[in-house]
């Protein structure tokens, strides 16, 4: 199977919350990464935690890791239009460079 | 500052073609990657350059596809002759320094989506 997995669609309706899930496999992952792609544009990074760490928050953004279960969730609260695009969950492994990505979530916001 | 900047943004090519990607990193950054997303799947590495020497080729996927960084500016991907299972969109990241945590970020650019018919 694939390193990291995704979900491939979410549906959620505008001002409700979106939480995103992403498995991974590696033990050895030290950073893991969201990222978000608007349509016609790059992968911008939303925010990333350390593996030693369980939880992050960062404005609306809220990040969950559970070691134990190699998974990961991103929960956006009062979710905007302007949140549909696809995320992308991705790690990085002890001493690596290199972004291993799962296959994205296309989150659609309808009103 | 300028981000990271790929063209063409599309390119529309046959089989048996060559095709040429372009990608400028931000400025200052030695620090170059190409990534490929295939078929709406995963982004997978294909390899990092660092200034202009090639570090890690690992996972470019055969000797049809040639990746230079004369002078440790920008980048090409060449891809030739072309193959239907070349289709996708190839993404061009820089960083200032090599990616060995979470504070040090890969910048990437807006892709350049390639089809081969």
């Known amino acids: 199977g694939e390193d990291v997995e995704q979900s491939l669609f979410l549906s959620v309706r505008e001002g409700d919350s979106s939480v995103i899930n992403c498995t991974y496999t590696?033990?050895?992952?030290?950073?893991l990464y969201w990222y978000k792609q608007e349509p016609g544009a790059g992968l911008q990074l939303l925010t990333y935690i350390f593996s030693n760490m369980d939880m992050k928050q960062d404005q609306r953004l809220t990040v969950l890791l559970n070691k134990k279960d190699k998974h990961l969730s991103l929960r956006i609260a009062d979710t905007q239009t302007g949140d549909s695009a696809i995320y992308f969950c991705a790690e990085i492994r002890s001493n690596d460079y290199k972004l291993s990505f799962g296959a994205g979530t296309t989150v659609t916001v309808r009103a | 500052e300028a981000g990271v900047t790929q063209f063409p943004s599309h390119s529309v090519i046959e089989k048996g073609q060559t095709v040429t990607l372009r990608c400028d990193p931000i400025?200052?950054?030695?620090?170059l990657y190409w990534y490929r997303r295939v078929m709406g799947k995963e982004i997978k590495f294909l390899l990092h350059?660092?200034?202009?020497?090639?570090?890690?080729e690992s996972g470019m996927p055969n000797n049809r596809f040639l990746a230079e960084r004369t002078g440790g500016t920008y980048s090409t991907l060449k891809v030739q002759p072309a193959e239907l299972e070349d289709s996708g969109v190839y993404f061009c990241a820089s960083s200032q320094f090599p990616l060995a945590g979470g504070t040090n970020t890969q910048y990437f650019g807006p892709g350049t989506r390639l089809t081969v018919l």
């Open positions: 350059f660092v200034k202009e020497s090639k570090q890690d």
């Open positions: 590696d033990s050895s992952s030290t950073y």
């Open positions: 400025s200052g950054h030695d620090n």
